[in-house]
């Protein structure tokens, strides 16, 4: 089994949702991104989600936007963020690591220099924002062939009909994205959540984890009531905004702030029951 | 002509010209262009539709627009051309259009579209102001709100236009972010698109985008391409040598380009921003010096770097200063049936001022790189040949720009 599905496994198995977390690769600076993927996992992050930056990230809102731009300015390019993955699986080999971004930056030396290149380095999976299951032939093929799962996104105009095509050639997980919009803005109605999550995984056995608009410990638990993994980005990438505005280290915030997410994720079941 | 011999037949299925084009957008906007594509094809076979539209480029538009032999542009060129040399140069006049360019004839379609679709709310994006302010035109005159992206850099650049929108009715959004031009703006109407998808029709101005733009969009122009084709039969009793035209994205282009495809004796010319010179890197030529890749929601050629990463591009038109191209111009540079070339911002600013100085005309820094390159090939062509250039806007938004570049304070 991959890490990803051993992760998700692991975390079934203990009764609880796993706290997928994202930060964009190189914010502020690509020698800073190791430490700030190290304190995601001492947070308590059980899959790393890392952010490859795009001059035009059309699916992001304002945090990540900017998140992508300090990287850029900071001189971040694709070999740094490959170092920055072989460097985090060295230094932690059962953590599933995840790279996330847009199309054309992952094709641009190839699709199979792309697949192979992940392979090599230890990342487990790739999520393409603008690569719907219609264009697979850009980037699935290679992936699959090289190993790497392919995490596909489902969201809320993802109707019945559709859904079987986004979950042919997807692993790894599905990522339901809980609002038709941008990141990092309002999240969506519980109910409507869990709506959701229910008619996905009556399609499908892979687990389901749910992002956008997930800022807060009470939110994550909320969701992690009722799927199998939450994803938090946007509140992380503001956090190390702030860090490092203020001239602080970014690791040390990220630290903190996953710690209270995870405690939130892995009690959020029990304390369901409790109540 | 059997299909299989046609160049006129494209996209496939799939929204693909050859290795090109296709529908790169987020999960969330995919039902919603594959709904899209439904209703243009229900459009295009519904009599009524068409009838409406054909009314509206009549009476609204202002269509059919004059195809014009420019007769002193043509002499003032045999002047300083060998012996027998100097092609008889014909203007289509989609600068007389309402709003003053060719935009209107596509804004026109997709708000029937939108009609169509029963969406309430108009969003676009716009560069030098020309497609806002027609996609602002029809908002109002169907009575939609209508919000309209704008970078940052070309709302101070282009401020007159932005006094039309408002004048208009629509709501200007100056786009702060990235380098604050077309590109970005282009970004944030998709951020805006898909977090209304419920309710909003996004018009998106340029022969590019996810299928199926680049084939709507075309479609809508192509109206340029089958009047001049019937004009220049009536007037001259035979098809043109040369088609000449600007590409920023490409749409008044294509929309000369194709219905002429399958004539193979007509050459065409499309002409990019060389901008200060392609070898300064400051340019807009996304095919002359750019590689394929995917943006907006389509392959197709990009000005980028090794990562991917797209660059910004440079013209002194505002409207060329696009760091992509449509991808239907892609597959014609590929496959060769339309040759590329590119004009400097210096090269457009005189062929801008001959333009005005021996036809009375006006025209738009646009169309001026065209015309630069149509004086080019004028020469090189014999007395008897045929050309047609897309004068595709009017410079009345551009006279600013011109006089700053000319150094004279207005």
Known sequence: MSRLADTFAACAKEGRAALVTFVTGGDPSPAATPAILDALVAGGADVIELGMPFTDPMADGPAIQQADIRSLQAGTTTRHLLDIAKGFRARHPTVPLVLMGYANPMVRRGAQWFAETCAEVGVDGVICV?????????LGAALRAAKVDLVRLATPTTDAARLPAVLDGCSGFLYYVSVAGIT????????????????LKAGTDLPVAVGFGVRTPDQAAAIARVADGVVVGSAIVEAIAEAHEAGQDPAVAVRSIVSGLSAAVQTARTREQAA | MTIANTLRAQPDARGHFGQFGGRYVAETLMPLILELEKEYRRAKADPAFEAELDW?????????????????????????????HGAKIYLKRDELNHTGAHKINNCVGQILLAVRMGKTRIIAETGAGQHGVATATVAARFGLPCVVYMGARDVERQSPNVFRMKL?????????????????????????WV?????????????????????LVRDFQSVIGHEAKAQIMEMEG???????????????????????LDDPDVAMLGIEAAGHGLDTGAHAASLTGGEPGVLHGNRTFLLQDEDGQITEGHSISAGLDYPGIGPEHSWLHDIGRVTYESVTDREALDAFQLLCRTEGIIPALEPSHALSAVARKAREM?????????????????IFTVASALGVAI
Do not use: W
């Open chain 2, 56 to 84: 509206l480029m009549k009476h609204y538009v202002g269509r059919p627009s004059p195809l014009y032999y420019a007769e002193r542009l043509t002499e003032t060129i045999r002047q300083s051309a060998p012996a027998g």
């Open chain 1, 130 to 138: 603008d690569i719907p299951p219609e264009e697979d032939d850009m």
């Open chain 2, 238 to 260: 035979r098809l043109p040598d040369l088609l000449v035209a600007a590409i920023g994205g490409g749409s008044n282009a294509i929309g000369l380009f194709h219905p002429f």
């Open chain 2, 195 to 215: 977090a209304n998808v419920h309710d909003t029709f996004y018009i998106i101005g340029t022969a590019a985008g996810p299928h199926p733009y680049p084939e």
């Open chain 2, 382 to 398: 014999k007395a008897d040949q045929i050309i047609i250039a897309n004068l595709c806007g009017r410079g009345d938004k551009d």
């Open chain 2, 168 to 192: 208009l009715g629509a709501e200007v959004r100056a786009v702060e972010s990235g380098s604050r031009t077309l590109k970005d703006a282009m970004n944030e109407a998709l951020r805006d």
């Open chain 1, 184 to 199: 990092g803005m309002q999240q969506a109605a519980q109910t409507s959540i869990e709506q959701a999550v229910a008619k």
